[in-house]
């Protein structure tokens, strides 16, 4: 039996994290859009799953698989 635990964050703990994995992609040279960054707030914070978050990624970079 496979349990999935779900782990509920503040907003404050969300933006923490946030500005934190920023932080550290832009040390590596690489930037988040402001629609990455919503996307992720939202997957946080329980607004959609994260299979919506994968289709949402996928169409945004245009793939169709």
Do not use: D, P
């Not at 402001?34 to 946080?44: D, G, I, N, Q, V």
């Not at 994968?54 to 169709?64: H, N």
Request: charged share 25%.
């Amino acid at each position: 039996i496979i349990k999935k635990e779900v782990i509920f964050m503040s907003q404050k703990e969300i933006k923490i994290a946030l500005s934190n994995a920023e932080a550290s992609l832009n040390i590596e040279g690489l930037t988040v859009s402001e629609y990455t960054k919503s996307l992720c707030k939202k997957l946080l914070s329980h607004e959609i799953t994260m299979a919506e978050y994968l289709e949402l990624v996928k169409q945004k970079a245009g793939v169709t698989a």
